[in-house]
């Protein structure tokens, strides 16, 4: 992934991360695993740009769900459903994932499935 899209992934700016895929083009690969660091870090808006250009919810290589869920983050569980993430993909299940961390507003969320 380019460092560009990487840092706008942590630094949570959708406006940023907007201008740099329009600036390098991403691969699918790179859209779907820039989507996974925002879901982990927890940037909602950022997660919405990414979803907007055709990241995969379901990417079982990045699996944005399952990291949204070890790190508790909520909203972005939420949107990332909304998109169709499918929670029963992957190695470990989002809810399994979320209940070995102690993610308890995910473990909420995810139970609604």
């Known amino acids: 992934m380019d460092q560009q899209m990487a840092r706008a992934c942590f630094q949570g ?12 083009a991403p691969p699918q690969n790179d859209i779907n695993a ?3 660091l925002a879901a982990e870090a927890g940037h909602v808006d950022v997660v ?8 995969n919810p379901s990417c079982p290589h990045s699996n944005a769900l ?7 983050r909520t909203t972005v569980v939420r949107v990332l459903l ?3 993430a499918n929670a029963k993909i992957g190695e470990d299940l989002p ?4 209940a ?4 308890k507003h995910c473990i909420n969320v ?4």
């Open 13 to 24: 700016d959708p406006t940023d991360m907007h201008a740099v895929l329009l600036t390098i």
């Open 34 to 36: 820039a989507l996974a």
């Open 48 to 55: 919405g740009v990414l979803l907007a250009w055709g990241a």
């Open 66 to 72: 399952l990291r949204a869920c070890v790190y508790d």
């Open 82 to 84: 909304a998109a169709g």
């Open 95 to 98: 809810l399994r994932a979320a």
């Open 100 to 103: 070995q961390y102690a993610s």
């Open 110 to 113: 995810v139970q609604l499935l």
